[in-house]
């Protein structure tokens, strides 16, 4: 299915010497999406609830949902997911038999997640506590050369940015730096979800032996979703914040940041990059 992502506006361009030109503008689109999950109780009561409304640019809106729901710590799996029905700006994730849905977990959660102010400690541990993935039994090991290499075979693969320049993008790669995988978001956060959810659609899960790349700053909660999908990787061009930093070191990955110009700076999980041996 085709989806508009970007639209064309009108705009007056001011250049040098105060000259006017006028032309049409190619901007993401950005617009609501209800995310909804439907399932059946141990007595057959079917329910069918909004788990959460994020901001977003249309596309891979299934795959949202359902990395959403991963990172919400309901699925882990693809045989947990029945079906998934997507309509305008509502999309439906139907959840196999079995499958528990938390929905008081889930509204503290989304709370918290949009009030940073909130977040500590007590953030930190229901991260630990909702991980469905142990960590992996061979660590993910990474060369500089490779870390280099990242961020701009991703920004080659950013289509839509390079028409708007309005868009965060997330790559996931595997070790040797080969790209499995781009999405494209006005939300860095959704970015990273659709990552996700394409690859819980796919099988795919945990994401051992892979590494989350970034086009902008590391907030605590991508390094959450990075967590909750079994990745221990992060890479950004961006800086990272004090809290993300903390859930990396307290889950035992690995943080780099500001990777460009030739240069980054790790913030956890050292050894896992070739050459340093200390985190």
């Not at 999406?33 to 788990?51: M, T």
């Not at 809106?61 to 729901?69: P, V």
């Not at 992996?136 to 990474?142: D, G």
């Not at 950013?158 to 999405?183: K, P």
Request: charge should be negative; proline fraction near 4%; include cysteine.
């Amino acid at each position: 299915m085709n989806v508009s992502r970007t639209a064309r506006v009108p705009v007056r361009k001011l250049g040098r010497g105060a000259s006017v030109s006028s032309l049409l503008d190619a901007l993401a689109i950005e617009e609501p999406l209800e995310i909804r999950a439907a399932w059946k109780d141990d007595r057959g009561v079917e329910s069918d609830r909004a788990i959460a409304v994020t901001m977003r640019t249309p596309g891979n809106d299934g795959e949202l949902a359902a990395g959403f729901l991963v990172s919400e710590g309901i699925l882990t799996a693809r045989e947990q997911v029945s079906g998934i029905d997507e309509g305008g700006n509502v999309v439906r994730v139907d959840l196999a038999p079995g499958v528990r849905v938390d929905l008081g977990a889930i509204e503290r959660h989304v709370y918290v997640s949009s009030s940073c102010g909130v977040c500590g400690k007590s953030s930190i541990d229901s991260v630990r506590t909702r991980g469905a993935f142990a960590p992996a039994v061979a660590p993910t090991i990474v060369d500089p050369r490779v870390v280099h290499e990242m961020p701009e075979v991703l920004r080659r693969a950013q289509s839509v940015f390079e028409e708007t320049g309005g868009l965060h993008a997330a790559g996931l790669f595997d070790a040797s730096g080969h790209l499995v995988a781009a999405r494209e978001d006005v939300g860095r956060h959704n970015a990273v979800d659709k990552l996700v959810g394409a690859s819980l659609l796919r099988g795919a899960l945990p994401l051992y032996n892979h590494v989350l790349v970034l086009s902008g700053r590391t907030s605590f909660e991508l390094v959450q979703k990075a967590a909750m999908a079994g990745i221990d990787v992060v890479v950004s061009v961006g800086a990272p914040s004090s809290l993300a930093v903390e859930l990396a070191r307290e889950g035992g990955m690995t943080l780099l940041g500001f990777v460009r110009d030739g240069r980054f700076n790790v913030y956890t999980g050292g050894e896992r990059i070739v050459g340093i041996t200390d985190g």
